[in-house]
């Protein structure tokens, strides 16, 4: 099983701040099989990056991803108020998938 | 538009059996993977398996191995997931998510996502 590490566990920003996410596999990643899902209170995730660096239908362009192998980073440019939330990489394909234990993006 | 809606919140003891339906609407039911994603409260995302509506065939993650149950009925696009015998730590969030296309595996993982349903064992 492919284990994911988040980090920072918080990141504390203000709007119009970037805020860069780190998702560390133990495993390489084959076929760049990586996403990344942003998460509200009382809501379910929602998908905002999938193949490491393809942003979803809707997703704004100040969501990124990059990375490849064992590191994926999600960048968020000029954050916005609604952009503070948890944040879940998540590595899929063959089984088991698995995510990450989240980001949380708040505001400073 | 695709939807995703999950039957309503469940209370149960433990070791009493609960099942979760989750109907799917809005595109080829069997064409797409469904999978369930649990969450305990203040905790993260927990990958638990995955069922092909066209075969009906599960997979299931190790930690559910004999706990869990994932099935469909295709005459009503429908999902389910059951938990024969729940105990305290199985209370959560448990939410259906649609997965990659059966055929097409470059498509994105869970883009659509059921609303939720609650699940608390009690006694």
């Known amino acids: 099983e492919i284990v994911l590490t988040q980090s920072p566990g918080t990141l504390s920003l203000s709007p119009g701040e970037r805020a860069t996410l780190s998702c560390r596999a133990s495993?390489?990643?084959?076929?760049?099989?990586l996403a990344w899902y942003q998460q509200k209170p009382g809501q379910a995730p929602r998908l905002l990056i999938y193949?490491?660096?393809t942003r979803a239908p809707g997703i704004p362009d100040r969501f990124s991803g990059s990375g490849s192998g064992t590191d994926f980073t999600l960048t968020a440019n000029r954050l916005e108020p609604e952009d503070f939330a948890v944040y879940f990489c998540l590595r899929y394909g063959t089984s088991p998938w698995t995510f990450g234990q989240g980001t949380k993006v708040e505001i400073k | 538009q695709v939807q995703l809606v999950q039957s309503g919140a469940e209370v149960k003891m433990p070791g009493a059996s609960v099942k979760v339906s989750c109907k799917a609407s809005?595109?080829?039911?069997?064409?797409?993977?469904i999978h369930w994603v649990r969450q305990a409260p203040g905790q993260g995302l927990e990958w638990m398996g995955w069922?092909?509506?066209?075969?009906?065939?599960?997979r299931y993650a190790q930690k559910f191995q004999g706990r869990v149950s994932m099935t469909r009925d295709t005459s009503i696009t429908t999902v389910y997931m059951e938990l024969p015998r729940p105990t305290f730590d199985d209370t959560a969030v448990y939410y259906c998510?649609?997965?990659?296309?059966?055929?097409?595996?470059?498509?994105?993982?869970?883009?659509?996502w059921g609303q939720g349903t609650q699940v608390t064992v009690s006694s």
């Open positions: 998510a649609r997965g990659r296309s059966v055929d097409i595996l470059t498509t994105p993982p869970f883009d659509y």
């Open positions: 193949g490491a660096s």
């Open positions: 809005g595109y080829s039911f069997t064409a797409y993977y």
């Open positions: 069922i092909n509506p066209n075969s009906g065939d599960p």
């Open positions: 495993q390489s990643i084959s076929n760049n099989q």
